[in-house]
């Protein structure tokens, strides 16, 4: 692990495996447009987290500009993020982005706007197939409408390998009806859907065996199994 002070904020840079490094801000950083390029100009991160951090417009402008070319960042957090990110441009520059391959998009109540959901569903995930892991956990006001604008969007690039959908405000009979829009996908091995309305056991059952074996026909020599639902 390095920790390296830069100006007014630190930063670490975790080793996680050969070849691949985690870029995590420390103490809640108040971004610049500075902190911003100096991430990205210091080293190539691999994945990068800004969890907790606040933006202002400048600094959202600066990581919009740094995503649209960057091309070694395998992984982007933006959970728990405050001030004015604005996850339109993020999603706009995104849809350029052929390297980020896991999105954590932020949890902060109705952030999430109407807006925001209408660029990811029509330009960034059918744009977009390098994203392989979608996490929206912990976005309650999606509701059912929000989450099968998303679900219909990922059915028609069937890319998509882990999603959640961890505490988004579906009811139980929109989390079986995305479950079953999801279901018939091949590409799916992970799906989280708790927190949400409780589904029957005999459809979480029929979806366990469905994505146990998409896993196997995907990674035939894992032994890993999905986690399974509740």
């Known amino acids: 692990m390095v920790k390296v002070t830069s100006g ?3 930063y670490q840079t975790i080793t996680t495996s050969p070849g691949e490094a985690q870029t995590f801000l420390q103490d809640n950083v108040k971004l610049t447009p500075g902190v911003i390029n100096t991430l990205f100009a210091d080293h190539t991160p691999d994945a990068i987290s800004f969890k907790g951090c606040e933006f202002d417009e400048a600094s959202s402008e600066a990581l919009c500009q740094e995503l649209a070319r960057c091309m070694t960042v395998s992984s982007l957090s933006l959970e728990g993020t405050t001030g004015a990110l604005n996850l339109t441009n993020v999603f706009n520059a995104l849809v350029e982005n052929l390297s980020v391959q896991r999105f954590y998009l932020p949890a902060q109540g109705d952030r999430l706007t109407k807006e925001d959901i209408g660029t990811l569903v029509e330009s960034l995930i059918p744009y977009n197939r390098t994203i392989v892991e979608w996490n929206l956990a912990d976005n ?3 509701g059912d409408e929000g989450l099968m604008q998303i679900t219909s969007a990922l059915e028609k690039t069937a890319s998509a390998q882990r999603i959640s959908f961890r505490n988004t405000g579906g009811s139980t009979a929109g989390i079986e009806r995305l479950m079953q829009v999801l279901k018939p996908l091949p590409c799916i091995i992970q799906l989280d859907v708790s927190g949400n309305g409780a589904s029957s056991s005999a459809i979480l059952e ?3 065996q469905t994505l ?5 026909l995907l990674h035939p020599t894992a032994e890993a199994v999905h986690q399974k639902l509740n």
């Open 212 to 216: 146990h074996h998409n896993l196997k």
């Open 206 to 208: 029929e979806l366990d």
């Open 140 to 142: 309650d006001t999606l």
């Open 8 to 10: 007014q904020f630190e």
